[in-house]
Each structure stands twice: as structure tokens, then as C-alpha cells.
């Protein structure tokens, strides 16, 4: 699948049994690279955990230090002691509803969690490459779009403050300390493996199966972009490659993204279709300090990394319900 020899590579994940890190890490393995990952809670039913044929030889190969991302100490112990040399940092509280209800964990996982590890990075000279997962959500709300990487990082409500953050501060470790590091922007991350069910994928999909009607929390008209994990994965790894080779890429963010815009409605509407049911979504109109519109230009990450989105919408839909048949079933 990639080009570059990962084999024996010593490489540190945090978040690594979430939806994206699942895929990483799985892709890392089989790659051959030595993947130590940070464990907060072991999720018995994330994908990461699960006995299904693509990850269930996965645990047999993964070093897992127990800890959190608000422990210095751990950080700087791990990526001594395994030697690390590509960090890829996807550990954060991701729920834009949580953080509203709770902003000061929030902000204690995504911004102490981040400098915490910049800053083990910083005392580790074996590390050739940083990767920091921020989010199109650290923008904030623009007059602009698409976004783009030169849009100002102006989040206004706690999860997207706490990516602007993040962000700015992986920034910092570049300029002040020539730390090798990138920042990722990505859209709505799906697919096979995200048990957040009050995300709009698999909360319409989980409904549809239950033979409920699906809901919209808000009025069904903000537009995002929807990314699928395993493109989303690959682009993780494609930039961490690059890093290694060209050292004038450090201290850049890239979007990512298949630059389909789509509402709320018609991807609920899309997802009806593709599972062949006759029904109709109820709107509540109840969301709250959310961001209306937003959606990335990828120009950059195709022009200076080589990378496209491999996934159509349509496609990965598909195959994200087919997974989740099989995962009520069992």
C-alpha cells in the first residue's frame, strides 16, 4: 500500500483506538513498523479490540502503554525508552456536544495534551517526524469558503478554541524550536469502526437498522465535509513519509479532504438510499453553537504531497453500512 519502508520503524500513536488511529495503526502494522500506542480506556468494542478478520491479529502487535495524554511523564518515558521516531498524535476528546458540556476536560486533553507531547518531542532527538491531527473546526467560522491553509485559525466555541490551540502551539514548536512537525486539517471523519453514535453516520445508520426514523439535531442544512477513514489514514502516512524526505515541509498544515460538500439532509437522504429503506428523517432543529458552513480545499496536500482521496462518497457509504450489518448482527 505505501511506497515507503516502515518496517522497523518505532512509531508512537495516541488515540490510536479511535476511529482514525484504528486504521493507522492497523496500516503501520502492516506495514511492518514497531507501533507502541497510548491507552487511556480500553473500548472492548472499538475496532481497534475487535475479533473481526481485518484487526484481529492487530493486538498481537501493538505495544500499548497505559496512560494519558495530561501525564508528561509517560509521554517523555515512551518515546525514550522505544526509541521513537514518527509520532502521530490523534489522541483528543472529538465531541463537539461533550466539549460544550465540559470544556475544561476538553482543554486539558487537546491543549495540555498537545504541548505535553511537543514537548516530550522536543527532549527526544531520535524523532524525524511529528504529525498533529487538528481539525477544519480550528477555522472556525469563515466568510471564505473553502477553506484553505491560509484561512485564520479563529475558532469561537470550547472544541473548536481547543483545536485553534492545538494547532498554533504545534506552530510554535516549529518556529522556536525547528521541532519536525505538520499539522493535519480534516473534514468529518466516517466509516467502519465509529461507535460515536450521535454522529450523523452511524446514528442514522444504527436508527435505520433499528427500524427507527433517523434524527437531525439541527435543520438539516449545514454543509460539511464528510471524510472516510481509510483515506483519511493514508493521508496520516503520507505525510509523515514526506516529512522524513523533505525537511521544507516542516511546520506546514495540510487539509485533507475529498471536497464533496454536502448537507446534512441530503448525506441522511443518501445513506436512506443506499440501505433501501422507505422512510423519512425527523428534524429537530435544536443544534446549538455549531458552526453553519465548512468545507477545505485539498490543493495543497494534492500540489506538494502527491495525494487524492481515494474514496468516492458513494463507495465508502456502501462499505461503511455493510459494516455496521455485520457489527449489529454479531
Not at 515507503?4 to 496500516?27: D, M, R
Not at 507501533?35 to 501493538?62: C, G, H, M, Q, T
Not at 475558532?155 to 502551539?169: F, R
Request: glycine share 6%; net charge negative.
Amino acid at each position: 500500500m505505501s511506497h515507503y519502508n516502515w518496517k522497523n520503524k518505532n512509531v508512537f500513536i495516541t488515540g490510536a483506538s479511535g476511529l482514525v488511529g484504528s486504521w493507522l495503526t492497523k496500516i503501520l502494522i502492516d506495514e511492518g513498523a514497531n507501533v507502541i500506542a497510548l491507552v487511556r480506556d480500553i473500548v472492548p468494542r472499538s475496532i481497534l479490540w475487535s475479533s473481526s478478520v481485518e484487526f484481529r491479529y492487530i493486538k498481537d502487535n501493538l505495544t500499548l502503554v497505559y496512560g494519558k495524554l495530561e501525564d508528561y511523564d509517560i509521554l517523555e518515558r515512551t518515546l525514550n525508552e522505544y526509541e521513537i521516531e514518527a509520532v502521530f498524535h490523534l489522541g483528543a476528546q472529538t465531541i463537539v456536544g461533550t466539549a460544550n458540556r465540559n470544556p475544561v476536560s476538553t482543554f486539558e486533553s487537546n491543549i495540555r495534551g498537545t504541548y505535553n507531547l511537543l514537548e516530550a518531542c522536543r527532549r527526544s532527538p531520535l524523532i524525524k517526524a511529528v504529525v498533529i491531527a487538528s481539525s477544519d473546526k480550528a477555522y472556525g467560522e469563515q466568510k471564505q469558503l473553502p477553506y484553505n491553509e491560509t484561512t485564520p485559525l479563529q475558532g469561537t466555541h470550547p472544541y473548536d478554541v481547543s483545536k485553534s490551540c492545538a494547532d498554533l502551539i504545534a506552530y510554535t514548536y516549529y518556529n522556536t524550536f525547528k521541532l519536525p512537525v505538520c499539522v493535519t486539517r480534516c473534514g468529518n471523519f466516517y466509516g467502519p469502526g465509529d461507535l460515536n453514535f450521535n454522529r450523523i453516520i452511524p446514528g442514522t445508520i444504527r436508527s435505520l437498522l433499528e427500524g427507527e426514523n433517523p434524527i437531525i439535531r439541527s435543520d438539516g442544512k449545514f454543509i460539511r465535509d464528510y471524510f472516510y477513514v481509510k483515506d483519511g489514514a493514508f493521508a496520516y502516512l503520507v505525510l509523515a513519509e514526506k516529512m522524513f524526505t523533505d525537511t521544507s515541509i516542516h511546520g506546514e498544515a495540510y487539509n485533507f479532504s475529498n471536497e464533496t460538500q454536502i448537507t446534512v439532509l441530503e448525506l441522511v437522504k443518501k445513506i436512506i438510499d443506499v440501505m433501501g429503506v422507505d422512510t423519512e428523517p425527523i428534524i429537530l432543529n435544536q443544534a446549538q453553537n455549531e458552526i453553519r458552513n465548512q468545507y477545505l480545499s485539498a490543493k495543497k496536500a494534492k500540489e506538494q504531497l502527491g495525494w487524492s482521496a481515494k474514496y468516492t462518497l458513494d463507495s465508502s457509504l456502501i462499505e461503511t453500512v455493510e459494516w455496521y450489518k455485520n457489527y449489529f448482527q454479531s
